[in-house]
């Protein structure tokens, strides 16, 4: 089992940059791909990006193709989300997500454990 915690998030004009984080704990983050998944007002949550159980592998929504990015540090038990050229669309609560699959996944259906979110507002 593993323990996921989201911070960074915050207020920020369009064009802006900002860095989620996300903090796991227990010793079994290594066996988790991971992903960001974010949810707008009045939305659906919808997939972000993941990465794979290794690092090797990312993938991203069509929406932030070219602005964000997504990465791990297996020593740190850390996940970040590096968010460039921020668009007030991309406001909404951000979420980590782990799951078992070594490929990580798009669907939210594959991912077991969830942080509680950290709010992104981008707003002139």
């Known amino acids: 089992q593993v323990q996921l915690v989201e911070s960074g998030g915050g207020l920020v004009q369009p064009g802006g940059s900002l860095r989620l984080s996300c903090a796991a704990s227990?010793?079994?983050?290594?066996?988790?791909?991971m992903g960001w998944f974010r949810q707008a007002p009045g939305k659906e949550r919808e997939f972000v990006a993941a990465i794979s159980r290794s690092g090797g592998h990312t993938y991203y929504g069509d929406s932030v193709k070219g602005r964000f990015t997504i990465s791990r540090d297996r020593a740190e038990n850390m996940m970040y989300l590096q968010m460039n050229n921020l668009k007030p669309e991309d406001t909404a609560v951000y979420y980590c997500?782990?799951?078992?699959?070594?490929?990580?996944?798009?669907?939210?259906?594959?991912?077991?454990?969830w942080g509680q979110g950290t709010q992104v507002t981008v707003s002139s």
């Open positions: 227990g010793r079994t983050f290594n066996s988790y791909g």
């Open positions: 997500a782990a799951t078992l699959l070594a490929g990580s996944s798009l669907r939210q259906r594959d991912y077991a454990y």
